[in-house]
């Protein structure tokens, strides 16, 4: 199955796993929640995935590469107790707690998460020494006498033997106690969290035309090459890195991520390309609505994967406005709700400081000390969250943002004067701040749309435009609510076309019979 299906699979496990009954008791006990095993090339993003996982289920994560572990890690260290038997004293083997173990529950001490998930990364490749104790482990849930906590779930990840020489094969006993989850790759599922995580568009277009190169694992006289959707997204990194220093990629640094070298190669011939397209279609002008005759011409009469990639860096540009005005606004809602919290906690502190008739006066005064207060709580909420893994890398932004813009407040509200009202007129200027970056990302979209016609008229690169446009996360949203009419009629074309297309094959095929 593809990594989309394989992470809805162990969500519903985790579900099913942590379900309790009317005594509070697991419906389905410690002793029979088989572990997961996720078997799968290297980097297609098992481990990743756990962190997604944990973090849409509100549970905690702990990570180990068990191959970074010797035994006595692993199940602790030998020490000596003394046990009395038939009245007679003995000396014992006991062992101390396994560093695994130790960390499960200081996560739990230091979230307060009673409930997670213990992640243990490539399993099925440790050593000679080790491997009888990921057996118990796998089988009885215990590193050494030490047993995992209620309410963790064990989901170990391993390669299969054609990628790692170190691989050892689990005996038929262990597999039966495992629930065995096969992960291959797949772009069209990597494609939507690409688009999400705003992985480089010339990543993407390339890809949409060369999908064989998404993930390549060959063995040559030379070794092994590779691409992987890791390197990718590493890449994609560095990439845009480079471009803000103003510095320029070619093969020498793509093969270090992407260490095939006829992939690494034909990349970056078309990066090369990539940049070309934008300096000689000023797509950026383009969608601030200056649109060139001799770049229209010059857009009809190019190749097709000169076309698409003009198609796609249209919608790059888009989809970076409509990023950046829905993480605008999720911040703006963020700092709302604090602002209403503090609204609240003045109310209250003047209702215990002060009559009836004063607690209006006293909220337009907006005491510091309420501000200060409402910020160390915050900051609290947001530290707690980032312990426990549950803030994604946008929400960690979103809550520095706001705690950034609480700390402005305070150094700048006014010593004097109705300063409540002062935090609104600012909080307003935000706003209508965020409505004219939504009027202009609208607007670059109609731009793109009078392009695009006016270069290809209502061919099929609208359709590919289109097509993008309803498959990418940021696009979508916007989208709800942005109201553009010919996103919405050629969306109906296509819709008729598609029931068309339909109709006629199915015509065809009573035809035959």
């Known amino acids: ?160 033997p054609e990628y790692n020489k170190s691989v050892r094969e689990f005996d038929m006993v262990t597999m039966d106690r495992v629930k065995k989850i096969e992960v291959e790759p797949d772009y069209t599922v990597w494609k939507e969290y690409a688009q999400k995580e705003q992985i480089h568009p010339a990543i993407l277009t390339y890809l949409d035309t060369h999908p064989a190169s998404f993930y390549k694992m060959e063995t040559t006289v030379d070794g092994r090459s590779f691409a992987t959707p890791r390197g990718w997204e590493d890449l994609s990194t560095m990439l845009r890195v480079y471009e803000t220093l103003g510095k320029e990629m070619d093969r020498e640094v793509v093969v270090q991520y992407i260490q095939h070298e006829m992939v690494a190669k034909d990349f970056a011939n078309y990066l090369e390309l990539y940049h070309k397209y934008q300096l000689d279609y000023q797509l950026e002008a383009v969608l601030s609505g200056h649109i060139d005759e001799i770049l229209l011409k010059k857009a009809a009469h190019a190749s097709f994967d000169e076309r698409l990639s003009v198609i796609n860096l249209l919608l790059a540009g888009c989809r970076e406005s409509f990023a950046d005005q829905l993480r605008s606004e999720e911040a703006n809602q963020l700092l709302f709700e604090q602002l209403t919290l503090l609204k609240d906690d003045l ?66 509200i006014p010593a004097s004067g109705n300063a409540w009202s002062w935090i609104k007129e600012h909080f307003n200027i935000r706003q209508d701040a965020l409505e004219e970056s939504y009027s202009t990302a609208a607007s670059q979209l109609e731009h793109a749309f009078d392009f695009i016609e006016a270069a290809y008229g209502s061919g099929q690169e609208i359709v590919i435009f289109i097509t993008n446009l309803n498959s990418d996360y940021y696009c979508v949203r916007f989208l709800q609510q942005y109201d553009c009419e010919r996103y919405y009629r050629y969306n109906k074309e296509l819709l008729l076309d598609e029931r068309s297309r339909s109709i006629e094959a199915r015509l065809d095929e009573l035809n035959l019979l």
């Open 347 to 412: 109310q209250q502190s003047a209702a215990r400081n002060y009559s009836s008739d004063r607690i209006s006066g006293y909220v337009s005064e907006c005491n510091s000390d309420c501000l200060a207060d409402r910020i160390a709580a915050f900051d609290d909420e947001y530290e707690k969250k980032k312990a426990a893994g549950l803030l994604s890398r946008e929400d960690d932004r979103k809550y520095r943002s706001v705690i950034r813009d609480l700390e402005s407040f305070k150094k700048e």
């Open 1 to 160: 199955m593809n990594i989309k299906r394989a992470k809805k699979e162990i969500k519903d496990t985790i579900e099913a796993y942590l379900l309790k009954d009317e005594y509070g008791e697991y419906v389905i006990p410690q002793i029979r929640q088989r572990p997961v095993l996720l078997l799968g090339a290297p980097g297609i993003g098992k481990t990743q995935i756990m962190e997604q996982v944990a973090r849409e289920c509100e549970i905690g994560l702990v990570s180990y590469t068990i191959t970074h572990h010797t035994r006595q890690s692993a199940i602790g260290l030998p020490s000596i107790a003394k046990q009395t038997f038939d009245g007679k004293e003995y000396a014992v083997t006991e062992y101390t707690m396994s560093e695994i173990v130790a960390s499960v529950y200081r996560k739990m001490e230091a979230t307060g998460l009673r409930e997670g998930i213990l992640f243990i990364d490539e399993i099925n490749c440790v050593s000679e020494t080790l491997a009888p104790a990921m057996l118990q482990f796998l089988q009885c849930k215990t590193f050494g006498s030490h047993e995992i906590p209620q309410g963790w779930i064990i989901v170990a990840a391993g390669n299969p």
